[in-house]
């Protein structure tokens, strides 16, 4: 049975319970009277002079401003680690992840205060959020209940709408997950024409193995689809596919980069088709080393050339650096929109970035960046726009800002991203603790995935840490035998001999 929350319960009848934290003037108190915590501050009860989590007390409880707080409070009995809980390192702060969204779980609810369009939940359920500062205080901002990911809709029919439809390709979207799904005709014999944006269907989320990418198979166009507001509903009468109408011939696009799905694919060769130009373009393995199998059907990005020299028998535009979509694409969704990610490596003139928002490493280079001269760090937090220039295939960061720096004084910076060749331990100060300083996320807890694990050890990622994070049984007794690649976890970041190791990890 449950127990009542304590919103329900503002008697002054004297209850007891332990304190569950308190710094500076005010906590928490849990109590097996209620469920939650409830607040404690030393301005209602001037008769304490503090308190320490594990402490057991008496209190009352007490409607203040509109909220239940605890009063009358009486010390009990102390708690017996007292000391040791006083004298701890505080919690870390979280002011360099600012701007970054994250996925947690609510501990208590009070009121929402800057999410107030936020639906109903209960403690303990999860969600996401993204970082805000508000003066000297930050808040989870922008919270909203988490959907199911594609992964845990694998195998399951559902119902949604077309976002997009091209040629032969195009995207769905549902209310049972967030982002889009991938749809293509070649996938989908049992459509005979291309599907309309706005359209309702239902399909099932199916999981191509090949390129590890999710996709709607046994797709059907369903009109008793609910569709959300604002989802723009197809139009009797209107072209399937106007883009059609603009495209060029295929002599014109020699050099750039298009993207299309492929018609037909047999033997090392076949045929590709896109909206950007009439026709069937030529693709051969030989003149794509490292080719992926490829299917009918499957979205690729690729590069129109010139077989040959023009004019002779061989002078025909043909499909080169061809990709999967779903590989190619993974910065071209993002180009010319603002995103926040971390530097992973950065040396001279140049370096990498990794951000949740897309998958691989991102160039960044101070040519286009020059601003930021003085380079970067691997673990810089950073803002940034994704460019790509006109006809060339390559994607790079631009507009480059720094939210978070590992070093953040300009003489260090400069020495650690390669002014110097190598950076000098300051005075008074061994090797250990420099590390610590430069590496800047000592202390911190962070959420991540586990991407590999063997044996007794492994590695995990985060969006908010650059690279691999070590993490082992050694450390996390309490979880062996429980570790499986993929799984997320939450975890803390200590450094012993000079390397980072999550610790304290939690299965989420």
């Known amino acids: 049975m449950k127990r009542p929350g304590v919103a329900n319960d503002s008697s002054h009848r004297v209850k007891r319970g332990r304190v569950r934290s308190f710094s500076g003037q005010w906590g928490f108190i849990n109590s097996p009277e209620f469920s939650g915590d409830l607040f404690v501050g030393l301005r209602r009860n001037p008769q304490l002079s503090g308190l320490a989590p594990g402490d057991e007390v008496d209190f009352a409880v007490a409607e203040v401003d509109g909220k239940l707080e605890a009063t009358e409070v009486q010390l009990v009995r102390l708690n017996e680690r007292r000391e040791e809980v006083l004298t701890a390192r505080p919690m870390a702060q979280v002011t360099h992840l600012v701007g970054q969204r994250f996925a947690g779980n609510v501990r208590f609810r009070d009121s929402w205060g800057r999410n107030p369009d936020l639906e109903p939940i209960l403690a303990g359920d999860p969600v996401n959020f993204q970082v805000a500062e508000d003066g000297d205080q930050c808040h989870a901002d922008s919270a909203t209940v988490p959907k199911s990911t594609l992964s845990d809709l694998h195998g399951r029919h559902l119902s949604g709408w077309v976002k997009s439809f091209k040629g032969n390709w195009g995207l769905i979207q549902s209310s049972h997950f967030d982002g889009d799904l991938f749809v293509g005709l070649g996938r989908n014999p049992q459509l005979k024409m291309p599907l309309v944006p706005g359209e309702g269907v239902t399909f099932l989320v199916n999981r191509d193995e090949r390129a590890g990418k999710f996709q709607a198979t046994e797709v059907q166009s369903d009109t008793s689809v609910d569709i959300p507001p604002g989802v723009a509903r197809p139009i009797a009468g209107q072209p399937e596919d106007g883009a059609r109408q603009e495209a060029r011939e295929l002599p014109e696009l020699v050099g750039e980069v298009c993207a299309g799905v492929v018609k037909s694919f047999r033997d090392g060769w076949g045929f590709v088709n896109s909206d950007a130009f009439v026709g069937d373009l030529f693709l051969?393995?030989?003149?794509?080393?490292?080719?992926?199998?490829?299917?009918?059907?499957?979205?690729?990005?690729?590069?129109?050339?010139?077989?040959?020299?023009?004019?002779?028998?061989?002078?025909?535009?043909?499909?080169?650096?061809?990709?999967?979509?779903?590989?190619?694409?993974?910065?071209?969704?993002?180009?010319?929109?603002?995103?926040?990610?971390?530097?992973?490596?950065?040396?001279?003139?140049?370096?990498?970035?990794?951000?949740?928002?897309?998958?691989?490493?991102?160039?960044?280079?101070?040519?286009?960046?020059?601003?930021?001269?003085?380079?970067?760090?691997?673990?810089?937090?950073?803002?940034?726009?994704?460019?790509?220039?006109?006809?060339?295939?390559?994607?790079?960061?631009?507009?480059?800002?720094?939210?978070?720096?590992?070093?953040?004084?300009?003489?260090?910076?400069?020495?650690?991203?390669?002014?110097?060749?190598?950076?000098?331990?300051?005075?008074?100060?061994?090797?250990?603790?420099?590390?610590?300083?430069?590496?800047?996320?000592?202390?911190?807890?962070?959420?991540?995935?586990?991407?590999?694990?063997?044996?007794?050890?492994g590695f995990v990622n985060s969006p908010a840490f650059a690279g691999d994070l070590f993490i082992g049984t050694k450390s996390n007794r309490h979880l062996a035998g429980r570790f499986t690649e993929g799984a997320s976890v939450r975890f803390l970041i200590d450094i012993n001999s000079g390397k980072a190791e999550a610790t304290q990890v939690e299965l989420i």
């Open 284 to 457: 051969h393995e030989g003149s794509n080393p490292g080719l992926p199998r490829l299917q009918p059907g499957d979205p690729v990005e690729f590069v129109v050339q010139l077989q040959g020299k023009l004019g002779t028998a061989l002078g025909k535009p043909h499909a080169t650096n061809v990709k999967l979509q779903s590989q190619a694409t993974s910065f071209s969704r993002w180009t010319g929109q603002l995103c926040s990610g971390t530097v992973k490596k950065f040396s001279g003139e140049w370096g990498f970035i990794v951000s949740p928002q897309f998958e691989g490493d991102l160039f960044v280079g101070t040519r286009s960046n020059p601003h930021i001269s003085g380079g970067l760090l691997a673990g810089d937090i950073v803002e940034f726009e994704v460019f790509r220039e006109k006809g060339k295939e390559a994607f790079e960061a631009v507009k480059v800002r720094v939210l978070s720096s590992v070093l953040p004084l300009p003489s260090l910076r400069r020495q650690a991203s390669g002014g110097t060749k190598q950076i000098s331990t300051p005075a008074n100060a061994s090797a250990k603790e420099f590390s610590r300083k430069r590496f800047g996320q000592e202390g911190q807890m962070l959420t991540g995935t586990i991407r590999s694990f063997k044996g007794d050890w």
